[in-house]
Each structure stands twice: as structure tokens, then as C-alpha cells.
């Protein structure tokens, strides 16, 4: 597509003027801030001459900013300057490790902040030498800003992944990228300027970057936010704020749906009113037909529609969108083992091809079969900033089509065109020649051993060639010693009861794990390639306590 974020942001403040774009919300639901079009564009410009000043232009510069109109104002004074944001977050920035490994990755030599945060950088910030810029300083040199010459190809920026079954990689996002999913989105969802968006999710991800930032820019709607420590604090706020700004669009992954149906208070629920919420879109994570089925039952009585749930599927590598529908639909994929009704993700975006591959072979399967997913778009970014490797195993074309594809790396199938997914190929549990999915254990786990008994679970095998062990890890919720039902050892029965019973399997080992023990990634998602080092970790401080306590 042609034009550039640039190109989009001057012609939306130039059109909507003082409009208003974006609007934050703080715990009593009351508008603290705003931007309109024209205060974006205006604010932005102003850093965008700093950021020159300091010659980002053509480089990365991490944005570590709270989520606020100083993110944004950063973000688009990047575009402007021609600089490369990488959104980055809390945990990454505090984590000396972490924050080491996305340097050498990216090569950033600046990290622009705000006032608050700037006067407590962590250590391990301060100590790599940054540049560090504040987007909140105002510029008394008054420096020059220069519009630079910018082309569909460039890019605008990177979004680095979350890393749940993999260390994070910085996918390299084009303008054009950008703008071609912003245009499926507004199709798939039907933008009109008189829809009100509400998010709580983060801006360093994809779906809340894209989905609540980009989209409300470019179809010129209103988007209000919340502050994502807000919405897990209290849930119930999430549909509170739809309710009270008339939301037209929101939604968020499979959990949000869950979480909020299990924790809004009855009392609370009553006073809420959801008919104006006419697109609920859920993706980011492998969506389960229970949960939408709970929300739906749940919050139909304040208005909620069965017929606003849109399931959607996509991923950073492709800028976000891929495809989606409105409705809940389930098929049971036919193939070993005992299957879970996978949910329809409907039919591929606009210029977009999706294939099912055999992951062994490269070729595609035959219609129904199950295989790696595999997209073809104009929103398929180029590949990896800095990281040829990967980008040569994920980017470029296939076996019997040579167009430029990514290889998603999560397993589904196509039926009547319409892409149903099953889960990540790194989670597949594979046990008697059939194949498991992590994600379906845990689902039934969670469901099955109730939310008041734990609030995570990681199933995965242990990987050791000569005793290969399926491992169940459960977490307690920080709160359970009030509510507990069930003791320990309960639990690790009714846990190998449920995996016997739902899919024939034998659990080796449950494990009890103390609150926010669980590694997760940025975006809440559970690190399962680093369970199984945490699993032997306890079992090496198990072993040293029992000899010490027989010496």
C-alpha cells in the first residue's frame, strides 16, 4: 500500500484538526488526559526536531515510557524523525539480562522516557551508556525539524516478541505493512468515525499498538484507555469504561474474556450496559470455545450480543490481522488422539493467502489436514532486525509457492477456507503417536481445579532423552489461603485425574508452585521453554534439603 505513517498522521490532524483521537482514563473511569489529531501531530513534531538534533534518524530508539499520551506523542515523534521506536517493557528494561540481550540485538544507543520515570531509571539502564531523552522536557533550543523523505518500504518500526517459546525477536515493520493491516482491520471490522474504541492493552503489544493506536488514526474514530495494572486489578473496569463512553470496539486475548467473567462481582455485573459493544474481538492466544460461551452467558443479560464475539487470528509477523469472523463456530479436527473443538477464525483478510504446510517436508497438506500455518500479505513483515538466522527460517518462500510467506510456527487447519487453529508446534506434547497440545491441558486443568484453587498452570515435558517426563506445574493464587477448597495433595490427584480422563494421558510429576512463580513473558503469555529449568531447579533444592536433613 502505498504512503507512510507520516503521510497518515499530517493528513488525519490537517482533516480532524481538534478532534479528539485518544483519551485516558484513570481508576474512577474519569477522562484525566487527552490528545486530539492536531495536539499528536503538534507534540510529536516538536520531539521529532530533538530526536533529528540527536541524528536518530535510520536508528533504533527504545521507548520505555508509562502508558500515557507520552508514549504516544514518542512513538509518533519517531515516525516523524525517521527513527525506528522499539517499544520495550518494565520487566525487560529492569532485567539486566534481558536488557543486555535487547542491546546487543537492536543496537539502540538511545532510550527516550518520561519525566517521572527518568528520575528512577534502574541500573541496569543507567550502566549501558544510553542516550537517555525525555519526551516531557520541552525543547528551549527550539530545533528544526525537517521532514524527511520516506517511502512505503522503510521502516516504521520494531516490535519485538514477546518470547513464550523463544527469545525475543524484533520483527522489522514497513510503513506499508502498517498500513495495509490497518485497512484489513477497518474492513474486517466494518470502522465507522462514529465508533468509540476501549483498551486496557499494553502499547509494547502488537495487538494494543496496532489494534487501539494505528487503527483509531487511520479509520478517525475515538479510543479511549485504560492503564493495563487497572484492568487486572479490577477487571469488572474494563467493561465499566465501555459502558460508560458507549464503546463500540474492544476486546483482548482469551484470558481477559475469562478473567473478567470470573471476578466481576455479581452486584456490579447488574449495573452494567453492553449494548453498544458490537465487535468483541478475541485473539493473541489460542481461543477456547468455554470461555466465550461463559462471557457470552454471563454479560448477555447487561446487553451483550452472542453475535459481537469476533474470534481473530494474528500475530507481530504480520503486523497484527490476519482473519476473523463474528459468531463462535467449532469443528474437531480429524486426526489421532482425543482433539479439542477448535474455534473458527474465519476467512483470511484481503490480499491474503494462508497455506497449511507439513512442517517436515514444506508442502502443503491436503484440505482438512492439520500442518504450520503459513501467511502470505503485503502486512508480512521482511524479517528480523539484525538476525538473518531467523528470519532465513521464518521468512521467504515455500516448497509450491514461491511467494513471500511466514511461517507462523502455530499448527492448524483450513476447512471450507475458513482457518481453525490448534495450538504452537513447540507445545505439542507427543505421547503414544498422537499429539497433545500444552494449551488444551491447562485449559482443562484450569477448569476442572477452579479458579479459587489456582491461577496458572504449565504442562510441557521434560525433554531428557532417557526419561521423558509430562509435568504439570499449579499455581496458587496469592489469595488462596483465603478461599482455598482444596489442599495439595487434592489437587495433584484431581490434576492426573482430569489429564487421565480428558485425553488417556499419565501425568509423571504435579508440582504446587507458590504465587507469581510461573515465568511469563511481557505479555503475560507462560515462558514454557524455561518451565522445565524451573521444574529441575526444585527438584535440585528438594534433593539438598532432604540431605541436609539427613546429616
Not at 526536531?49 to 527504545?62: I, R
Not at 483470511?348 to 502443503?364: E, H, K, L, S
Not at 508440582?511 to 511469563?520: E, T
Amino acid at each position: 500500500m502505498d504512503g507512510t505513517l507520516l503521510d497518515l498522521l499530517e493528513r488525519k490532524a490537517a482533516e480532524y484538526g481538534d478532534q479528539a483521537l485518544y483519551s485516558f482514563l484513570d481508576r474512577r473511569l474519569s477522562v484525566s488526559q487527552s490528545l486530539s489529531y492536531e495536539s499528536l501531530y503538534l507534540r510529536s513534531r516538536r520531539f521529532a526536531g530533538v530526536l533529528q538534533h540527536e541524528h536518530c534518524y535510520g536508528q533504533p530508539v527504545l521507548l520505555y515510557c508509562p502508558h500515557g499520551p507520552g508514549f504516544l506523542v514518542a512513538f509518533f515523534a519517531c515516525v516523524m524523525a525517521g527513527a525506528w521506536p522499539v517499544p520495550v517493557t518494565r520487566q525487560r528494561v529492569q532485567s539486566v539480562a534481558s536488557l543486555s540481550s535487547l542491546l546487543q540485538a537492536s543496537g539502540a544507543a538511545t532510550v527516550v522516557t518520561s519525566d517521572s520515570r527518568r528520575t528512577h531509571l534502574p541500573p541496569s539502564l543507567l550502566q549501558t551508556g544510553l542516550r537517555v531523552l525525555s519526551v516531557d522536557t520541552p525543547d528551549e533550543h527550539g530545533r528544526a525539524y525537517q521532514r524527511p523523505a520516506l517511502a512505503a518500504e522503510d521502516t516504521a518500526f520494531i516490535q519485538y516478541t514477546s518470547g513464550s517459546t523463544s527469545s525475543p525477536k524484533g520483527v522489522v515493520i514497513s510503513h506499508g505493512n502498517v498500513l495495509h493491516n490497518a485497512r484489513a482491520i477497518a474492513r474486517a471490522f466494518s470502522c465507522r468515525r462514529d465508533d468509540i474504541g476501549v483498551s486496557w492493552l499494553p502499547f509494547h503489544h502488537d495487538m494494543g499498538l496496532i489494534g487501539h493506536v494505528i487503527e483509531p488514526l487511520y479509520a478517525g474514530l475515538h479510543n479511549y484507555f485504560l492503564n493495563p495494572v487497572d484492568f487486572v486489578a479490577r477487571p469488572v473496569r474494563w467493561l465499566q469504561a465501555i459502558a460508560k463512553v458507549g464503546g463500540t470496539l474492544s476486546g483482548g486475548p482469551d484470558f481477559a474474556f475469562a478473567l473478567v467473567t470470573q471476578k466481576t462481582p455479581d452486584t456490579q455485573q447488574r449495573e452494567l450496559s453492553l449494548d453498544t459493544w458490537r465487535l468483541a474481538y478475541c485473539g493473541a492466544e489460542k481461543i477456547r470455545p468455554q470461555t466465550l460461551s461463559s462471557f457470552v452467558d454471563r454479560f448477555s443479560p447487561c446487553g451483550f450480543r452472542k453475535s459481537s464475539v469476533f474470534p481473530c487470528y494474528g500475530l507481530a509477523e504480520a503486523t497484527l490481522f490476519v482473519s476473523g469472523q463474528h459468531g463462535v463456530a467449532t469443528h474437531v479436527p480429524v486426526e489421532p488422539g482425543r482433539a479439542m473443538p477448535a474455534v473458527c477464525l474465519g476467512r483470511p483478510a484481503a490480499d491474503t493467502t494462508v497455506r497449511i504446510i507439513n512442517p517436515d517436508t514444506g508442502c502443503q497438506v491436503t484440505e482438512g489436514g492439520s500442518g504450520e500455518v503459513c501467511i502470505s500479505s503485503p502486512s508480512v513483515a521482511s524479517g528480523y532486525y539484525r538476525n538473518l538466522v531467523a528470519s532465513n527460517n521464518v521468512f521467504g518462500p515455500l516448497v509450491e509457492d514461491r511467494r513471500h510467506y511466514c511461517r507462523t510456527g502455530d499448527r492448524g487447519f483450513l476447512r471450507e477456507q475458513r482457518l481453525y487453529l490448534l495450538g504452537r508446534f513447540k507445545n505439542v506434547i507427543k505421547r503414544y503417536g498422537c499429539s497433545f497440545h500444552a494449551e488444551d491441558l491447562e485449559a482443562t486443568l484450569k477448569r476442572g481445579l477452579g479458579a479459587q484453587n489456582i491461577s496458572r498452570c504449565a504442562a510441557f515435558t521434560t525433554g531428557d532423552p532417557s526419561a521423558d517426563k509430562l509435568v504439570v506445574l499449579l499455581e496458587r493464587d496469592r489469595d488462596h489461603r483465603k478461599v482455598m477448597i482444596a489442599a495439595d495433595g487434592h489437587l495433584i490427584e484431581r490434576a492426573g485425574a482430569l489429564v487421565s480422563d480428558e485425553f488417556g494421558l499419565v501425568v509423571d510429576d504435579v508440582r504446587i508452585m507458590p504465587a507469581n512463580s510461573l515465568p511469563l513473558t511481557s505479555s503475560g503469555k507462560i515462558r514454557r521453554d524455561a518451565c522445565p529449568d524451573l521444574y529441575q531447579q526444585q527438584i535440585i533444592q528438594e534433593t539438598r534439603i532432604g540431605n541436609a536433613r539427613q546429616s
